[in-house]
């Protein structure tokens, strides 16, 4: 009797998982991000762009709920009076500004930061309470220190914070020394509250590995801002916004159409900044968002802020007609943050601003329930080999 062969059993394909791609390493109650939603703390990020303000948003991120109208002018009060940094602190962060003068202002604010952990007295102390302080004393000093980064970048006086204006506003106000309309300054908010959260993200995942280690807030918030400079991250911003000054020189008066510019991209296999996502692979839901915000601050400044936005809205076609790639919220936000007035190395160093209350999160919820986070690697090296 012959026994009949076996059908071969079909082998599963391999699953690239570098960049721990498709791993699930951990769990937070903090963000929930989906191929439909983003979401901090049961609240989707359309609801809070329409109706809450950014330190409305940070209250829920850092205290863990939606705060009532008297925990949030508490909370908002409370941050205001922690803005200003030692005068020391400033003195030495503009010395390192103007020794380093080619430095980019990622590294100048992760040299601020990690001074300002100097002169924190609970900086050592990963107690709840402790920490909560002292993400709230970042939210606050962070703007600060971008603010006078900028103005000794131009060789200007450094800037006090102003009470009287909101977060984003305040912001604004340190950077460019003008008071911004209501406008602009709902656009920055709009822009924080898009930023501040995304769950495990390369940013937020490095602060997270530096917490399980025990060490101390000031230290993680360093690592993040490290991984956040990286143009794959937070730099994508500027990327973005360079691409289109470049395509904005190489069309002038008809020399070239987009849509020939993007063929040779394509054909060169220039890195398009601003498209696609790790994980949205049918749009990022913070991109229209924002671009709304910004085409509307646009139409009001006239053709040459307009002239932007048409041309981003035909590389963003041109990318999804040939390789169906969609944009994500850094394509907006450069063009947005160029027509008013920031400039380009600031984008990524104002990404911190937003995401230092996602940061300060992850940090906490990770000392609350922590365990070393200490993954393996697959060596693919030599062995056994003889000295």
Known sequence: MTTATPAPVPTAKPVDTRGLANQVIGETKVCAVTQTELIYRGYEIADLAEKATFEGVSHLVLVGHKPTDAELKAFSDEVKGMRAVDKT?????????????????????????????????????????????????????????????????????????????????????????????????????????????????????????????????????????????????????????????????????????????????????????????????????????????????????????????????QVQAIMLRDKNIHPNVDFPCGMTYFIMGIPVPQYTPIFVAARITGWCAHIMEQHQNNRIIRPLAEYQGAMNLKW
């Not at 102390?125 to 709230?136: F, G, I, Q, T, V």
């Not at 993680?220 to 289109?244: R, S």
């Not at 085409?295 to 802020?305: I, R, S, V």
């Open 89 to 313: 602190v400033i003195e030495q962060l503009c010395a390192v500004v103007k020794a380093a003068p080619t430095a980019h202002p990622m590294s100048l604010l992760r040299t601020g930061v990690s001074i300002l952990g100097h002169h924190d007295a609970e900086c050592e102390s990963n107690a709840p309470d402790a920490e909560l302080r002292k993400s709230k004393r970042l939210l606050a000093k962070i703007p600060t220190l971008i603010g006078a980064i900028q103005r000794t970048i131009e060789g200007k006086p450094v800037l006090e914070p102003d009470a009287s204006l909101g977060h984003a506003a305040n912001l604004l106000w340190l950077m460019t020394g003008k008071k911004p309309s209501e406008l602009e300054a709902r656009i920055m908010d709009v822009s924080l509250i898009l930023y501040a959260e995304h769950d495990f993200n390369a940013s937020t995942f490095t602060s997270r590995c530096i917490a399980s280690t025990e060490s101390d807030m000031h230290s993680a918030v360093c690592g993040g801002i490290g991984a956040l400079k990286g143009p794959l991250h937070g730099g994508a911003n500027e990327m973005a916004m360079e691409m289109l000054k470049d395509i904005d020189v190489d069309c002038a008066g008809g020399k070239m159409t987009i849509d020939a510019w993007m063929q040779r991209a394509f054909v060169e296999k220039r890195k398009l900044m601003g498209f696609g996502h790790r994980v949205y692979k049918n749009g990022d839901h913070r991109a229209g968002i924002l671009r709304r915000w910004g085409l509307k601050l646009a139409e009001q400044m006239g053709p040459n802020a307009k002239k932007w936005f048409d041309m981003g809205d």
